[in-house]
Nanobody, 115 residues
């Protein structure tokens, strides 16, 4: 297992969660990490990505609410999710992009936003 995710759970609308994704690769071999999500019956979509240099991108629907960051020393990416909405409910997957070789995925962590 090259990626270990944690932090999912049940939260009320307007609440916050922080997801973590730790890569077993060293920081020197990681080019970028990203978070994707897949809601029931829908295709997987990009949420946010960050390069090892700290450049981040977001899907429009989460801009201003979600923040992606990476701790290079720990080879760990985080997704801070604030002001959560029911439509954020999904399985969230972490993806690692190595400098050499194919991308690899975590097993996913479920986020449920419901009152």
């Amino acid at each position: 297992v090259r990626l270990v995710e944690s932090g999912g759970g049940l939260v009320q609308p307007g609440g916050s969660l922080r997801l973590s994704c730790t890569s077993h690769d060293t920081v020197f071999s990681i080019a970028a990490m990203g978070w994707y999500r897949q809601a029931l019956g829908k295709p997987r979509e990009l949420v946010a990505t960050i390069t090892s240099g700290g450049s981040a991108t977001y899907v429009d629907s989460v801009k201003g609410r979600f923040t992606i960051s990476m701790d290079n020393a720990k080879s760990t990416a985080y997704l801070q999710m604030n002001s959560l909405k029911p439509e954020d409910t999904a399985v969230y997957y972490c993806k690692g992009t190595p400098k050499v070789g194919a991308d690899y995925w975590g097993e996913g962590t479920l986020v449920t936003v419901s009152s």
